[in-house]
């Protein structure tokens, strides 16, 4: 059977307005002193040869969906784990997190499963959730509807930065498992699932966190860069981190994809399903020697 393509710009989200925006923002940020305006994480030296790296996320519109199937809790952990990777493609250890629970009208039971959602994974990660805020806006939000948004704060030793302007062609690109769709694509996903549902697992399965692959990449190899593949699919994100002149080139048949995947391939594009999802590979890492590790790609020259 045949079903129509979608893509996420007919679903209501364009990447490359996203882009544009960080480019029409970039002078007035980086006018505030602020380097590296566009990677996960913001950096600010502490004067002692440290520097604290910062990064701020949100759910999106997974919120509706785990709203409906009640599983909001999930959508909590998605934000910590979130916010974490993103700082620990820096390098840092993360310290601390916050969060911002908007509606047009709070239930305590849904701000408590987001909040108790989050906790889970900042104890998991030895992160100190310090505090918050926690909003009605009737008028800005649908009734019903809510918003959940956070940030994490960690601090790297200037000489274990990771921000890869060491990575060369011929470095390899290790890929770490996603948990299935995690937490970036879902307008487009709703709009598929008004066609045909799917209840699998891997759907709504939360963020996973990386922090403990990152530790343990780092003790053994010569990590120069950090991806984490969100919005924009593993080449979008990987190019975020590659010098000038380099490429990332993927082997897509190197891995097995959930089976998320291959349902959401009967109403997407190959072209777009790399865009816009991470199609089973949540975090990478490139070394210029892999050892055992999965590789499921290159640097190479542009």
């Not at 604290?52 to 709203?67: E, F, H, N, P």
């Not at 299935?180 to 549902?197: P, Q």
Request: proline share 4%; aromatic share 6%; glycine share 12%.
């Amino acid at each position: 059977m045949t079903h129509e393509r979608r893509t996420y710009a007919s679903a209501g989200v364009s990447i490359d307005k996203a882009d544009a925006v960080v480019s029409r923002l970039r002078e007035a940020v980086e006018s505030t002193g602020a380097t590296g305006f566009g990677a996960f994480a913001g950096l600010h030296p502490l004067g002692d040869g440290r520097l604290l790296a910062a990064s701020t996320d949100g759910v999106g519109t997974k919120l509706i969906l785990a709203r409906e199937r009640g599983a909001l809790r999930v959508c909590g952990a998605d934000l910590a784990a979130h916010c974490i990777n993103d700082v620990a493609t820096s390098g840092a250890e993360p310290l601390l997190f916050l969060d911002y629970v908007a509606a047009s009208e709070i239930d305590l039971e849904q701000v408590a499963e987001l909040v108790e959602g989050a906790a889970e994974v900042c104890r998991e990660a030895g992160v100190a959730l310090v505090g918050g805020e926690t909003a009605e806006l009737p008028g800005i939000y649908r009734e019903g509807e809510l918003d959940f948004a956070g940030t994490c704060v960690g601090v790297v030793e200037r000489g274990c930065l990771i921000d890869g302007s060491r990575i060369e062609a011929g470095d390899a690109v290790i890929g770490l498992p996603s948990a299935g769709v995690h937490a970036n694509g879902f307008t487009l996903v709703r709009k598929i699932l008004e066609e045909e549902d799917y209840d699998g697992d891997d759907l709504l399965a939360p963020t996973r966190l990386y922090l403990s692959d990152v530790r343990r990449l780092r003790a053994s190899l010569d990590v120069r860069g950090l991806a984490h593949v969100t919005g924009g699919g593993i080449v979008g994100n990987l190019s975020r981190i590659l010098p000038d002149g380099l490429r990332p080139e993927i082997d897509w048949d190197a891995w097995e994809r959930p089976p998320v995947f291959r349902w959401l391939a009967q109403y997407v594009e190959e072209d777009e399903l790399r865009r816009v999802f991470n199609l089973g590979i949540g975090y990478c890492a490139i070394v210029p020697d892999p050892g055992e590790e999965r590789v499921i790609g290159r640097i190479v020259t542009a």
